[in-house]
């Protein structure tokens, strides 16, 4: 029985990191295309401009305007993959009327794969992110993030409801079996690498911290 339960985890773990690069290939293709249409954009602003037509390019600068205020502005940390990461999933905090707060600086070159930093980030904010969509009253995420030599330091504050307690090493949620398990498998992660982390519910908040060698 624990097998079997253990290997619906894992399948689940592997779904849900395979939708968080998901994320990240979609936000990197959505920057990606914005990128390739400025150039035309300055093309026909210059036409406008080279006729004397100051009210249609004013107009099309608005409208620009427009647009890109709904295009969240990708996080510049240092690291292309963390930025992708942080833009997709804080995004959709945001869509949910959860205030962010981001300060992260941290280099290109970590000796944790692309995916097990997208599994480890990803797996700490989704849990933030459902935490806060229970919490009544202001809902925030701050994050901070920073290289302490060739260690990788994390550190998350989240809004939540009442003080969650563990059964078996997992916190205990209204959810069936899964919910938890993001955070084991962030742990793994962080431990087959000789880090730790460190995970505290008191009533309204929860804070995450993790620190971990990540440079050669």
């Known amino acids: 029985m624990r097998k079997q339960t253990f290997l619906k985890l894992a399948q689940w773990q592997a ?20 990128k390739h249409d400025f150039h035309h954009h300055l093309e026909l602003l210059k036409s406008y401009l080279e006729a004397g037509d100051t009210e249609r390019a004013l107009t ?7 647009t890109l205020r709904n295009v969240d502005t ?3 940390t240092g690291n292309v993959s963390l ?5 997709a999933k804080l995004s959709q905090a945001k869509e949910k009327g959860i205030a962010v707060t981001v300060k992260a600086t941290v280099p ?3 000796t944790l794969t692309d995916a097990e930093l997208c599994a480890v980030v990803a797996n700490l904010l989704d849990n933030a992110v459902e935490a ?4 009544d009253g202001e809902k925030f995420i701050r994050l ?4 302490k030599g060739k260690m990788l330091y994390f550190s998350m504050l989240n809004t939540a409801g009442e003080k969650r307690e563990k059964a078996k090493g997992l916190f205990r949620t209204e959810k069936s079996g899964v919910h938890g398990f993001g955070l084991r498998r962030a742990e793994s992660i962080l431990s087959a690498h000789d880090g730790w982390m460190k995970v505290n519910s008191e009533e309204g908040a929860f804070t995450t911290e993790f620190l971990v060698p990540a440079l050669p």
């Open 15 to 34: 779904e849900l990191t395979e939708q968080h690069l998901g994320e990240v290939r979609a936000i990197h293709r959505e920057m990606r295309g914005y």
């Open 60 to 66: 099309y600068v608005k409208e620009l305007d427009s």
């Open 74 to 76: 990708l996080y510049k």
């Open 83 to 87: 930025d992708a990461i942080l833009s």
């Open 108 to 110: 290109e070159g970590l």
């Open 132 to 135: 806060c969509s229970k919490a």
């Open 144 to 147: 901070y993030m920073t290289m």
